[in-house]
Nanobody, 123 residues
Framework: QVQLVESGGGLVQAGGSRRLSCAAS????????MGWFRQAPGKEREFVAV????????DYTDSVEGRFTISGDNAKNTVYLEMNSLKTEDTAVYYC????????????????WGQGTQVTVSS
């Protein structure tokens, strides 16, 4: 079992920045790749970013490419999502998730999920 706890959500003005954290505990392993998803009101949960530790690869959905950065600290079992130039359409509940798949971009590939943290971007 892996437990994931997100933090860092809150209210931010458009154009601002926010950093989300995801702390992993339990059966943590560097073989787990970590992703971020988000779900806006009335919409499906969507892929945001994933980090593949072994390949040193990071993938992003097009809408956040160049604005968001995923990173991690293996020693702390923590993954971050640095969000810059935030837009109102980035408002959502953000979830981190763990997978053994390589660079997975679909929800079905993920085995463990956090409870989510709300990010609200005001205009």
């Amino acid at each position: 079992q892996v437990q994931l706890v997100e933090s860092g959500g809150g209210l931010v003005q458009a154009g601002g920045s926010r950093r989300l954290s995801c702390a992993a505990s339990g059966r943590t392993s560097s073989t787990f790749n970590m992703g971020w998803f988000r779900q806006a009101p009335g919409k499906e949960r969507e892929f945001v970013a994933v980090i593949n530790w072994s390949a040193g690869r990071k993938d992003y959905t097009d809408s956040v490419e160049g604005r968001f950065t995923i990173s991690g600290d293996n020693a702390k079992n923590t993954v971050y999502l640095e969000m810059n130039s935030l837009k109102t359409e980035d408002t959502a509940v953000y979830y981190c998730a763990a997978t053994l798949s390589d660079a997975a971009v679909t929800q079905a590939a993920y085995d463990y999920w956090g409870q989510g943290t709300q990010v609200t971007v005001s205009s």
